[in-house]
């Protein structure tokens, strides 16, 4: 029999009221390669402190027509590693977009996952003159413990003439994406931002010699003044409302293959810090507010502080190397308590029907369309549940407080396994419930072994 304790299904899915939550940001041009086989120190996987979030951007996903579509259609190598290296930890894939060779996913700690809302995402061209996804932005927005958050990974002209060129794209992208009329409708509307992705900035005056003896010797320092970003931050109004850590690692930008050695082709491309991680946190004396508004951020603060900015070295799969941003977020949640509780009642087997119960905590849009589905402890996305069960139509009894939902138990794995439940909110397209995790004993009847047993069994 589940328990339906408010305080302990409280106390199991979300953190003490003032929290500090941890994010790991990537952002990597991959130069059109296929990925490397492991990709644990990217992430920081064998580090003792594990992030509460990850957010990775990849720029030039190899995007040839043939490999789009069968990417469209299943899923893309790289989505798949970084699925597969986390999912296995505890992460769940929230969300993601691409727009052609621009990818950007979004993954949360499954504890945080009920108090992620109001996800949307979008994209702007900016190549050939708008009407090319080679170059532009993808984004996700959402609510974090109700704070609005944006991450805006960016692919902006390349070529070291064109950094008026980069400013006027980045601007633009800021005024073509759109959210929808109510919360934060608008990139800048956020009370967080984060700006990245290759955004192609180049270090100008310096020549070659002067450029790489300072890498060589450490003196990084030397070439900040002439870095283009660094330069226009200085004089357009805009950038200067985003914070960058120093650039005290290497310019990631541009190496021979499988090395450490800068462009020897016969371009002789100069090296620079086209790979950046930038933020803004949204200064409450900016815009006009209601006085509503100007409480709740009284009354909900959320601060940033970045904990490492740089680069790794040993891949070399790509012209650049990843730039890696660790940031500690302090913030007081708006609220700690799921939209709803979801539970399983009693012993789940594939030789008894079974029953769901849930029980909706706050008023929210739920609707016929609302799901709840089975999947195995660690899945990596919303789509892999192994079965699911609408909500209204399997309805069995409800009350005031409690809903009975009834599965067949021609629908649950006969292997058994690690399960939790999630109800789906299809109008908020999200997960807004997740239970503890429990057992679904094997069946006895090897007869009924069906396809559900692989998902299981994988």
Known sequence: ????????????????????????????????????????????????????????????????????????????????????????????????????????????????????????????????????????????????????????????????????????????????????????????????????????????????????????????????????????????????????????????????????????SGKMRKPAWTDRILWRVKDSGLDEKNSKQQEEEEEFPLKLKQDSYTSNMEYGVSDHKPVIGVFTLELRKMYETPLVRVCAEGEWSADFDAMVIYSPLQPFPSSAWDWIGLYKVGFRSVSDYITYTWVKDDEVSFNDELTQVYVSKDEIPVLGGECVLCYYCSTLQCIVGISSPFKVSAGLAPENINGLDKATAS
């Open 1 to 264: 029999c589940c328990s339906l304790s408010h305080s302990s299904l409280s106390h199991s899915l979300s953190l003490p009221l003032s929290c500090f939550p941890s994010l790991h940001m990537v952002t990597w041009n991959v130069g059109t390669a296929d990925p490397p086989d492991d990709i644990s120190s990217l992430l920081h996987l064998n580090s003792p402190k594990t992030p509460d979030l990850y957010v990775i951007g990849l720029q030039e996903v190899y995007a040839a027509p043939h490999r789009f579509i069968i990417d469209m259609a299943v899923e893309d190598s790289w989505s798949h590693l970084f699925m597969s290296s986390l999912a296995p930890r505890g992460y769940l894939k929230v969300s993601s977009i691409r727009m052609q060779g621009l990818l950007l996913l979004f993954f949360s700690k499954l504890a945080h996952v009920p108090f992620i809302r109001d996800i949307h995402d979008t994209y702007t061209r900016t190549g050939i003159f708008g009407y090319w996804g080679n170059k532009g932005g993808v984004s996700i927005r959402l609510s974090f413990y109700g704070h609005m958050l944006c991450f805006l990974n960016c692919h902006l002209a390349a070529h070291m003439q064109y950094a008026s060129q980069r400013v006027d794209e980045f601007e633009y992208i800021l005024d073509t994406q759109t959210f929808g009329p109510k919360k934060a409708p608008h990139v800048l509307d956020h009370k967080l931002v984060f700006w990245f992705g290759d955004l192609n900035f180049r270090i100008q005056d310096h020549g070659m010699h002067f450029l790489r003896n300072c890498i060589t010797s450490h003196k990084l320092n030397l070439l900040w003044s002439k870095d283009q970003l660094t330069m226009m931050k200085k004089k357009e109004a805009v950038l200067q409302e985003f914070d960058e850590g120093p650039l005290d690692f290497q310019p990631t930008y541009k190496f021979d293959r499988f090395s450490d050695r800068y462009d020897s």
